[in-house]
Every structure is written in structure tokens, then in C-alpha cells.
């Protein structure tokens, strides 16, 4: 792994992107998994880098969805177990029944049973997913394949950061589902009941937060608080921050460029 200066400008993002390499050498990523988080870097440069009040209230709804719901399952991908795997074993054990579930559309055994590990060195105590069972009907991909136990039992999964081909299957035998994606614009992001569009690294500790605030509310309160929230008017919302970041920078009479230190006489 490349050590990062702590002076380096770019210092956080590029240590996340050294978390996502690692991943890739510990066999946890697929290769694509770099391209994906590539073009989530790209998304989170144009919101600021920062948790907006659409992803906190996008989050609120999650906790609230995941609080009330029977049976969660919490899908995690190569990506995932990269970035967060212990604050997604932490978020399954302050959800009451909820279990974890690893789903892949690059699919391969060996990746699914790393990951698994991975996840119960990191405190898991089960993790349903390498050895699947079911698949999960109107997915073609490698991604169908799946537990009974798990997603296909589940009333509520949470899918952070994936390509657009399971949200809407999900929906479709009636799950409700959670998105985290810093792309508003995703399949995934626009079929889900409640995206986050903030980086999961950011989105998982708080929902994690949200959680911890939340689970002392009587089921009626958590309930008015998933029917407050509208998926629709939350993604223009996070639209709109983009274009108003956008318009403001290159509206503004500050310069764009950046100051350059005056060169040094040899
Ligand atoms: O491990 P596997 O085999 O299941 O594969 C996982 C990936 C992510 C490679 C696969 O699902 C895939 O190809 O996904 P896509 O189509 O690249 O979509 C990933 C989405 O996540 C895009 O909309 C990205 O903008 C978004 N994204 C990338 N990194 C992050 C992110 N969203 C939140 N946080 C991130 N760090």
C-alpha cells in the first residue's frame, strides 16, 4: 500500500483509494470494483466531498425502514467489504434480526467465501450469501444467486453502491429497498424507496448514528417518519446541489485557478 502524506491536499480520498486497492490485493474487489469507485469519486468531487442534508435525511428514513422491518438484510459487495466492513457488522448488530448477506454480480466462490471471512474477522457472527440457495427471480446476472434464509426472506435490504440490476427486481417481489450511491442518476438510486447519495464511507457511519437515535421510538413515530420521506423530491434535491455547486463556481467572481507560489531565484 502507497503511505499517503498527511500534507497532501487530496489526503482523504486517496487514503480510501488505497483502502480500495488493498481490497483488490486482499482478492475482496472485482477489478470493475476499482472502475466503480472511480466513478463515485467523480460524483462526490461534484457534491463537495461532504454529507448534504438530503443524505442525512435519506439516511434518517433508512434507519427508520430498517428499525421497523421484520427481517433486513444488509447485501454487501466487493466494494463494500473494501471500504467499511466493520462499520457494516456494527450496523448489523445494533439492527434488531438483521443478518448479512454477501451478493456479487462478478460473482466467483472464492470471492464470496473471502469476503464472508473477511466480514467475521471484522465481528460477524453469521454471514449468509457464500454458499447460496435461491436465486432471486428476474435477475439474469451472476447476482441472482442467493439465500432462502437471507434476501429472499427479507422485507427490507439495504444495497450500498451496485450496478442497476437488482433494486428493481427487489421491489418487484415486493422488498423495500435502501440505497447508498453518490450517482442520483443510477437505476439503483432512482428504483430504491430510500437513497442515500453520499459516499459509503461517510453514509454507513451515519446510518449507524441514525440507528442509535432512533430505536427508542415507538413503531408509529419510525413509521411516520418513512411516510415523511419522499425518494423522488430527495434525488432533484441532491441534483440541485450539484448544478448550485456547479453554478456557483463558475459564476463566482473568486478565481478558479489556484495561486501558485511565486518561483524561486536560483
Ligand atoms: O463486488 P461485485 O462483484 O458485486 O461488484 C460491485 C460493483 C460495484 C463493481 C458492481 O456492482 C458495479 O459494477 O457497479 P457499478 O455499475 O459501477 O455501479 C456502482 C455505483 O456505485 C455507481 O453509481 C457509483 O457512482 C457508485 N459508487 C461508487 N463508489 C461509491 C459509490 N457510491 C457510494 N460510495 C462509494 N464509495
Known amino acids: ?147 432462502r434464509e437471507g434476501m429472499l426472506s427479507a422485507d427490507v435490504v439495504l444495497v450500498p453502491l451496485e450496478d442497476g440490476d437488482r433494486a428493481g427486481a427487489l421491489k418487484a417481489i415486493g422488498k423495500r429497498v435502501i440505497a447508498i450511491d453518490l450517482n442520483p442518476l443510477s437505476r439503483t438510486a432512482r428504483a430504491a424507496d430510500v437513497t442515500i447519495v453520499d459516499n459509503v464511507v461517510r453514509a454507513v457511519p451515519e446510518l449507524l448514528r441514525q440507528v442509535g437515535k432512533l430505536r427508542r421510538l415507538p413503531r408509529h413515530r419510525l413509521a411516520l417518519v418513512v411516510r415523511r420521506f419522499d425518494n423522488d423530491r430527495n434525488l432533484r434535491r441532491a441534483l440541485r446541489r450539484i448544478q448550485a455547486r456547479l453554478r456557483r463556481l463558475s459564476g463566482s467572481s473568486e478565481p478558479l485557478t489556484l495561486s501558485q507560489a511565486p518561483p524561486t531565484k536560483s
Open 1 to 147: 500500500m502507497t503511505r499517503i502524506p498527511r500534507t497532501h491536499p487530496r489526503h482523504a480520498s486517496l487514503v480510501v483509494r488505497e483502502r480500495v486497492v488493498a481490497g483488490l490485493e486482499k482478492g475482496l474487489l472485482a477489478k470493475e470494483g476499482l472502475l466503480a469507485h472511480g466513478r463515485g469519486e467523480a460524483f462526490d468531487y461534484l457534491l463537495g466531498e461532504r454529507s448534504w442534508p438530503e443524505a442525512l435525511a435519506a439516511a434518517r428514513a433508512a434507519a427508520a425502514l430498517l428499525l421497523l422491518a421484520r427481517r433486513p438484510v444488509l447485501s454487501v459487495n466487493g466494494n463494500v467489504a473494501s471500504l467499511v466492513p466493520r462499520d457494516m457488522v456494527r450496523l448489523a448488530r445494533a439492527i434488531p434480526g438483521s443478518v448479512i448477506e454477501v451478493n456479487l454480480f462478478y460473482r466467483t466462490e472464492g470471492r464470496a467465501r473471502r469476503i464472508a471471512r473477511e466480514l467475521r474477522r471484522a465481528g460477524a457472527k453469521s454471514v449468509l450469501g457464500a454458499s447460496p440457495d435461491a436465486r432471486l427471480p428476474g435477475v439474469s446476472s451472476l447476482r441472482a444467486a442467493c439465500t
